[in-house]
């Protein structure tokens, strides 16, 4: 599992970070992927001391080194979100390290498409406990902390194939409709301490992850202009996303731009969903 952690000082009462703002600590995971990757820079461009954290050693260190060599102050933290003590030890090194977290967003996605009648046990548990507890114990570990400082926001990547019906993901839109359920209850819960959880749930974005899975018939086109024999829509907009699409909608809802935006849903894919 991937995970991201961004370290943001701050001293006002905002629940995020603003153009200007001294800002706090921001934990991300999945840091090593495109989006994460993109969710680091732009988060880091606005002043946050990133702490980047994935389970993937060397392609975690790959990207703090490209981060830092655009003068971004970037950390890296090698760990398994799927794992609570990871996440608990890793938590608690940096806010001793950094101070208190006031952002986390939770990054780390795995993708195993196949049809739901051929899914093995493996692929079905991993992509639960990558997609969904993975941001459980992340939300958990520093929910519980934010709350006792009535401060913070919590952000998860979720996917436009939570609320629409996909063929061959039946593992992948299973977690991330748990992850919005997931994120919105947090969000409920954790309202009363004035701390926001919202989900940016992108659809066909140009990452490794995406194209590993396109084949030659089922490339960049077919996604574009649809499958009618798969019940797909093609995308509106005619262009798949770009992870700093994704990683621009983050900053927007831990800005305080969106002070009064929680439990929301804020869909990225250009209209292929319809909305639904």
């Not at 995406?210 to 798969?230: C, H, S």
């Amino acid at each position: 599992m991937k995970m991201i952690i961004i370290t943001i000082m701050d001293e006002s009462p905002k629940n995020g970070p603003e153009r200007g703002a001294s800002l706090g600590v921001a934990l991300v995971t999945g840091a090593a992927g495109g989006i994460g990757v993109a969710i680091c820079r732009v988060l880091a461009a606005h002043g946050m001391r990133v702490a980047a954290l994935d389970r993937d050693e060397s392609a975690l260190h790959q990207a703090a080194r490209q981060l830092r060599a655009e003068q971004r102050e970037v950390t890296p933290y090698v760990a398994d979100v799927s794992s609570p003590r990871d996440v608990e030890h890793v938590v608690d090194e940096i806010e001793r390290g950094g101070g208190p977290i006031s952002v986390a967003v939770s990054a780390a996605g795995i993708l195993r498409p196949g049809p739901a009648l051929d899914l093995s046990d493996e692929d079905w548990q991993a992509s639960i406990h990558t997609n969904l507890s993975g941001a459980f114990f992340l939300f958990r570990s520093v929910g519980k902390r934010m709350q006792a400082r009535r401060q913070g926001n919590l952000v998860a990547i979720g996917s436009n194939a939570a609320t629409v019906a996909r063929t061959n993901l039946a593992a992948y839109a299973a977690s991330k409709a748990g992850l919005l359920a997931l994120t919105r209850c947090f969000g409920l819960e954790l309202a009363h301490a004035g701390i926001r959880c919202n989900v940016v749930s992108p659809g066909s974005t140009n990452t490794e992850m995406q194209r590993a899975y396109w084949t030659e018939a089922q490339g960049e086109r077919e996604i574009l202009a649809g499958n009618p024999q798969a019940y797909r829509l093609g995308i509106p907009l005619q262009r798949l996303a770009a992870p700093e699409d994704v990683a621009a909608a983050v900053e927007f809802l831990v800005s305080d731009r969106a002070r009064h935006i929680t439990l929301h849903d804020l869909r990225v894919d250009g209209g292929a969903t319809l909305d639904a």
